[in-house]
């Protein structure tokens, strides 16, 4: 079984179906080396848009209303 079949099975998150078209996602790679991934994730905020402080986030998860 592939991680990415594992995450769909246990948390119900599907990788390999993408969001915008419902298309098939192909990996091309899966990068493991912790310098590598600060790099690119350092790379990644500094290119990012500046959010408007008075913006908020969206929820990522369902409130419940009955209580």
């Known amino acids: 079984m592939t991680w ?3 995450l769909k099975r246990v948390f119900g998150i599907d990788i390999e179906t993408g969001s915008p078209c ?3 996602v192909r990996i091309i790679a899966c990068i493991e080396d912790p310098a ?3 790099k690119i994730l350092t790379h990644m905020n500094a290119n ?3 959010l408007d402080a008075t913006r908020r986030l969206p929820v990522r998860a369902p409130r419940c ?3």
């Open 4 to 6: 990415a079949q594992r």
């Open 22 to 24: 419902g298309g098939t």
């Open 36 to 38: 590598i991934i600060e």
């Open 48 to 50: 990012a848009p500046a």
């Open 65 to 67: 209303l009955s209580a």
